[in-house]
Each structure stands twice: as C-alpha cells, then as structure tokens.
C-alpha cells in the first residue's frame, strides 16, 4: 500500500469515528467458534415417535382436531390415547427424556406454555455471574446455559444430537409454545447438531422465539414465529443449515436471522463450493426488516418473499462480536420484495415500546424497531463483499430498492489500518426485476439505487432507474466484469453526514436523531437540506463581500457571480428533493464551478495564488458535477467532492482575509480599461 493511499486511509479511519453508531448493538453472545463443517443437513424422518407430547384435556384436544382431514385425525386421536398414559404433558420434560441421537419428539395439537420453565431462576440460579449486554440480559456460557437452562429459555435443548421435534397438526398454529413475554428465547437450540424442526408455532419472547447456536446441521420446516423483542428465527455460529416454508412476523429486528453463518467461502469470488445456510419458500414480512446477517456469510436466499417490513433485508458488518466479519458471499435469487414502507418508530416516540412487553400491543401489529433503519427499503448492505442480488423482483419501495454502504473496520472492533477500507467491495447487482412485479405490473420504487459511492468493483445491470449517484457503474455479462471500475475510500460527504445523523437512535432511551427523514424530518429539517443551505449562506456572503470590495468593477467576474448565486440556489433546492434523481445537483455543481472559474481568472491578476487556488476550486467542481451525473471517475481513492470541500474550506478564510485587506480596490475591468487623465496643457504629467 502506498504512503498516499495509507494516509488516505488513516483518513477515512478518522472520519468513520465520527461516524460510528454510539448505541448500536444487535445480538451479543458468549464468544464462540464456528463449526468446522464436517455435518450435513439432516433429513426429514417419518415413522412414529419415540416421545410424545400432549395436554390432557380430552374434550379441548378433541375440538382442536375436528375439522383435520379424515386420515389426520385418526392419526392424532390414537396418538393422545398413547400420550395420555406414556407421554409427556411438556415439551422441556421430552427434551430431557432423551436418550439418545436419531429420536423423534412429535408434539400434540395444543397450547404449550411450559408453566414449570416460567418462573424467576432461585438458589445459584439466581446469582450467576456472567457480563451483562447492553440490553440488559446475562450472557451465558454454556456451562451456565446447562446448569440453569431456564433463566432465560422456555425450552432448552442443549446437547442433544440429531434430534427431531415436530407438531402433528393440520397447520403450524395447531402446536404453539408460548413464552408469555417471561423469557428470552421461547425455544434454545445450543450445540445440537442435526437437529430438524417442523410444523409448530412459538412466539412471544423478549428476544426471539426459535434460536440456533453453534451447530453443525440443522433445518427449520413449515415452522411460524411471531410477536417478539428481536427476532423470529435466529441462527448463529452454525453451518449446514435450511430454512424451508417458514413464516415470521412481528418482530423488534428481522423474522429471519442467518447471523455469523460459518464463513466458508471468504477466499473465493463469485463461484463457490457451497454454501452455508439456505432459505427458501419462507415469508417474512411485518417486522422492523424481514431478513437481516451480521456477518451473514455463505447464505444462499432463493424464492422467498419480504414485504410490508420497514425494510426487506438487510445484512451488516456493523456490530462486533460476531465470528466471520466482514460480511461476504450472501446470494439472494428469485425473491419477491416489495413494499417494505412500513414506520415503526411513532411506536417509540409516543411511548408505546416502553412499556412493559406484554402492554405493547405486539398482537395487534405494534413493532419496537430495535436499532436504525432506513423505512422503505428493499435490500441494504452496510458493508458487505463478494454478495450476489440476481433475479428478484423488487418493487414498491418508497425510498430504494437497494441500499449500499461501507462500514470501517473499527466499528467491528478491529483496529489494523489496512482493514478500515475492508468493505462494500464487489457486490453485483445484475438481472433483477426493479419496479415491476411478477404479472408485469408497473410498481416503481422511488429510486432504484441509494450507494455512498464507497468500494470496489461494485455494479449494477444496464438500465437500472433513478439512482443516487446518477450514474453507475454497470456489470458486464460475465461476472466480474464492470464498465467502470471504482476504487473510493470514503463515500460522499453528504451522504456520510446523513448516516451519521440517522445512527444516533436508541429505543430504549427513546431518542428519534433530529434532522433524519428516517423518523419523520421534512424539508429544512433534514440534515443535507442544513449542510446545502449553511454552505449556500456562507459562499454566498463570502463570496459576495470578495466580488463587492475587489472585483464587481469585473464584468466577467459579475457574471460569474450571477452564475453562483443560482447555482447555490439551485443546490439548496436540490437536497430539498430528497431521494429523487434530477440533474439539479450537477446542474448546481456546474454554475458553482463556473463562478469560481470565472472569479479566479480575474483575482489572479492581483492575488496570483488565490486566483489560482480559486480556478483550481471551480475545475474540482466542474469535475465533481461530471462525476455526479455523467460518470463515476475511476480508479481516484476519494471523490472530487471531498478535496472540493476541503480546499473550499481553505479558500473560504483565504478570501475573507483578501477581501478585508484590499476593500479598497478594485479590480479593473477587461472591457474597460484604465484610463489615464491627460497632463494639463503646458504643463508636466
């Protein structure tokens, strides 16, 4: 790496500080290590079950399967005659029933609420020491997780080595455990490899209802989960794994989350082995954001569909603690997500989410978005590489269908300079169905691509709509090839600011960041209409004492000031239009450039140096219109934009002090030169 791009580098660490989400946390867990990858998905097993579990209640149960198919209910019948006299009446008590790998545990239609896992812990329980998360629960280990296994679960299986458990109703909402809002995960799966779960409903915990730790093999089938702090469905540290038809919905964060899926594919491009976790025919919709990763490495997502979320999915390389950062090799194909515009944080404004659980009101659509979020997107990266978006449709968004941003390395706890530019590389849009759905309806986002401009090989398909920035690059018909290749190091300035001030937001303290139109700021607000309208302000003052004092005898330079004066204008109503994709914005960087072009041809005949420095601000902003709305420059570490900005700073206190020395003169103009008065008749000159 050379000297400039290390320095450059250093410099966007610097800046990134700035920019870091002060409260953003997401899952935190006891440190673990990922599988070695050596299992393999299970399979599904039929037969009859080893265990059973069911209620006692004759006349209920007998309600419960009246209207199952013929066959069904003969089936489930015989199966309660046999529960009643050798089974269990909850599903903790066959869990620790088991024995042996390869057992089956069927569960009867019924409402499961597991009364004797529900209690506060007592005795050394109720005195474990462990760190406590920023939200407040312990972190375990699992040790402790053993030892007591209902301090924060309803169910714990913990051990247990190819396990099955499945409902035997006619639909997952016949079997539904039930958490009550008194734990924090309704079911806990923790070093069970091979474990398969079916046809069941849990629901209605203070964190997430079906959680998967640290194993090698697993699948969740036709299984729902809803009403929860966090999440529905979440699997971490855990390789061979499948989501098929299931639904969730809500949820405080994601109804699926693959987080730290074992990072197998960390060396390849595009073309890998294998992946890790896949999700297919499942729904997720309802939720703060339908699918979400940190570190959601290896994931393959086909044939899903996200929707009414405030955003479809998202995957990060933004919280620490979380094995297989940065996040890379998520491929997402043939999914339908649409019309993620819901807006959840009135719920946190009006004091809804704090209170108690159980109050909130999460039965009748209430959601507690548990960190920041951009309503009305369809797919956000923050920083991610090597991730693949083919074939989806994606329409209906109000702010973007997809969303790209870099996240430094710090912020995920690494501190190595050579690493803080380590995302929002090679990511490949290409093929996708934007704002159209699958009958060829039109139903347009807002604009298709929202991206800071930051990484590497980044591309998008030929024809993609509204964007911001105007132009990208596009992908070429292999993978890997881009029309044009960028390389930056930092993202707009602008859109840098926005995130910075969107990530100061923190639920539990109810703070909704002022100035973001994420929650709800308008017009002169929102933070870049500020940023435009005080720079607008003090150019214009500046420069307009410089033009009065030392150069409005310039008619070249009046004009020149004509021509900033509009273009500074123009770019105040410019971030006014949001996410909206116009010319204004280059159309404004143009009249600005020419104004200080045209000033400093002038000025340099006085002040050498400060013309020169003033021609050099207006080609940078000529050039920053160009990169904007005509191309991305290539291979250039940051944009025009950034060293605009900071020579414009320069040239600012630069020309107040030119202005403040030599208020006095003028320079003269070039159509009217000079002229000297004549000597007085017979006299000397």
């Not at 069911?54 to 309600?63: G, I, L, P, S, V």
């Not at 999440?231 to 989501?243: E, I, P, Q």
């Amino acid at each position: 790496m050379s000297w400039t791009r290390k320095l450059l580098v250093l410099l966007a660490a610097l800046l990134a500080t700035l920019l870091a989400a002060p409260n953003a946390q997401a899952h935190e867990e006891r440190p673990v290590t990922l599988p070695d990858g050596t299992g393999s998905v299970p399979v599904y097993r039929t037969g009859e079950p080893d265990l059973l579990v069911c209620k006692t209640d004759r006349a209920d149960f007998e309600r419960r399967v009246s209207g199952f198919p013929a066959g069904l209910r003969t089936r489930n019948l015989k199966l309660f005659e046999r529960c009643r006299t050798s089974g269990f009446r909850y599903l903790q008590q066959a869990v620790d029933a088991v024995d042996r790998p390869g057992m089956n545990i069927a569960i009867l239609p019924g409402l499961y609420e597991e009364e004797p896992s529900l209690p506060r812990p007592t005795g050394e329980c109720a005195r474990l020491k462990a760190p406590n998360s920023k939200l407040g629960y312990q972190i375990l280990s699992y040790e402790q997780q053993k030892s007591c296994p209902h301090n924060q679960n309803l169910v714990a299986i913990l051990g247990k080595k190819d396990l099955q458990i499945e409902g035997t109703g006619a639909e997952r909402t016949d079997v539904i455990i039930d958490a009550k809002y008194q734990k924090l995960n309704a079911i806990r799966s923790d070093g069970s490899d091979g474990i398969y779960f079916k046809n069941f409903t849990a629901q209605r915990t203070t964190f997430n209802s079906l959680y998967v730790l640290a194993q090698d093999g697993f699948v969740i089938d036709d299984v729902l989960t809803r009403w929860n702090d966090e999440y529905g469905f979440l699997t971490f540290a855990s390789d061979h794994g499948l989501y098929k038809n299931c639904e969730s919905y809500g949820n405080g964060d994601s109804g699926i989350y693959p987080g730290s899926a074992s990072n197998i594919n960390d060396r390849y491009g595009y073309d890998v082995p294998r992946y890790s976790i896949e999700i297919t025919g499942c729904r997720s919709h309802h939720s703060m954001v339908g699918y979400s990763g940190t570190a959601g490495d290896s994931v393959y997502v086909h044939d899903n569909e996200f929707d009414h979320n405030m955003g479809g999915a998202s995957m990060d390389s933004a919280f620490p603690g979380h094995p297989g950062l940065p996040q890379n090799h998520a491929r997402f194909e043939r999914n339908l997500i649409h019309d993620n515009n819901a807006d959840y944080y009135p719920n946190v404004a009006d004091g809804t989410c704090a209170k108690p659980p159980v109050d909130r009101g999460y039965e009748k659509g209430v959601v507690c978005p548990q960190i920041s979020m951009p309503p009305g997107s369809g797919i956000i990266t923050a920083g991610g590489n090597w991730n693949l978006y083919e074939n989806n449709w994606i329409y209906g968004q109000q702010r973007a269908a997809f969303v790209l941003t870099a996240v430094p390395a710090f912020i995920r706890g690494e501190g190595a300079l050579s690493k803080q530019a380590d995302t929002s590389h090679h990511n490949r849009y290409a093929g996708n169905h934007l704002g159209v759905d699958k009958a060829g309806n039109a139903r347009p986002n807002r604009t298709d691509v929202w991206w800071d401009g930051q990484g590497e090989a980044n591309c998008w398909q030929d024809g993609t709509g509204d964007s911001t920035p105007r132009t990208l690059p596009v992908c070429g018909a292999e993978r890997g090839d881009v029309s044009v290749r960028t390389d930056r190091l930092l993202g707009e300035p602008v859109k840098l600011a926005q995130l910075l001030v969107c990530a100061d937001y923190n639920v539990q303290a109810r703070r909704l960041p002022a100035g973001c139109d994420w929650y709800g700021a308008r017009g002169i607000e929102r933070v870049e209409v500020q940023a435009a309208l005080v720079t607008a302000v003090v150019l214009g003052l500046v420069g307009g004492v410089l033009w009065w004092r030392r150069l409005r005898g310039s008619r070249l330079a009046t004009a020149a000031a004509v021509l900033g004066v509009t273009g500074l204008g123009l770019d105040v109503a410019g971030s006014t239009t949001g996410l909206t994709s116009t010319y204004v914005p280059a159309l404004a960087l143009l009249l600005t450039g020419l104004w200080w072009t045209g000033t400093g041809l002038v000025l340099r005949r006085e002040r050498p140096w400060l013309g020169r420095t003033t021609v050099v601000l207006g080609a940078l902003t000529l050039l920053d219109a160009v990169d904007k709305a005509v191309f991305m420059i290539p291979w250039i570490p940051i944009g025009p934009a950034w060293i605009r900005g900071l020579l414009g700073m320069v040239w600012v206190v630069w020309a107040v002090i030119a202005a403040a020395r030599h208020g006095d003169r003028q320079a003269p103009s070039p159509a009217a030169p000079a002229v000297v008065p004549a000597a007085p008749e017979g006299g000397a000159a």
